[in-house]
Every structure is written in C-alpha cells, then in structure tokens.
C-alpha cells in the first residue's frame, strides 16, 4: 500500500508563484510515473504533468512553460512548482504515483487533493 500526501496549497494572486509537494509512503517496492492532475468544479480531471522515475517530463499545452515538475526519488517526493498563475489554474491538485508492490505488481494510487486558489 502507497499513501501519497500533498501539500503547498493555497491562495495566490494571478501571476503569482506556488509550490506543491507529494511523498510517497508505506510499503512498496518502487514509486514509478508519477504526475499531477487538477479537477475544477464541473470540469473532468486533467492532466497538469507527469515525470517518469527518469526524469522524463510531460505536460499540456495549458500549463507548457509554466509550471514544472521535478522529483526526488530518494524520497519518493514529486514538486509542482507553479509560475504566472492564472485564475483558470484553479481547482483541486491530486497527486498520482504508479507504485511496483514487493510481489511485483503494479498498482495506481491518489493523493487526497489540496486545493488552488487563484484570485486577486
């Protein structure tokens, strides 16, 4: 089991900056692809970006040059970091991790969420 917990949300005005963050805990033989998703209210859950434990980055059109993503896989943490926000960056941020169990299955897990607040 992979417990993945976020924080570094908040409040920000447009065109400001914010870090968040996600570890990994619990028992587990690998964290994997890990990545960021978003959820506006009444909106489907998409994409923000996605790194693999290499290193290799992946983002959207939306967010391209604007946000980053990077890890530590030393610590099974995964950041955001989040520049020239926009209010349409708006919404709930949930963490995603593909972990490889210690019998060699793999198994996707969710962060709780935290939530994004753009607005002057």
């Known amino acids: 089991q992979v417990q993945l917990v976020e924080s570094g949300g908040g409040l920000v005005q447009p065109g400001g900056s914010l870090r968040l963050s996600c570890a990994a805990s619990g028992s587990f033989r690998s964290i994997n692809a890990m990545g960021w998703y978003r959820q506006a209210p009444g909106k489907q859950r998409e994409l923000v970006a996605e790194?693999?434990?290499?290193?290799?980055?992946n983002y959207p059109d939306s967010v391209k040059g604007r946000f980053t993503i990077s890890r530590d896989n030393a610590k099974n943490t995964v950041y955001l970091q989040m520049s020239s926000l926009k209010p349409e960056d708006t919404a709930v941020y949930y963490c995603?991790?593909?972990?490889?169990?210690?019998?060699?299955?793999?198994?996707?897990?969710w962060g709780q969420g935290t939530q994004v607040t753009v607005s002057s």
């Open positions: 995603n991790a593909d972990a490889t169990n210690f019998d060699y299955t793999l198994r996707n897990y």
């Open positions: 790194i693999t434990r290499g290193g290799i980055t």
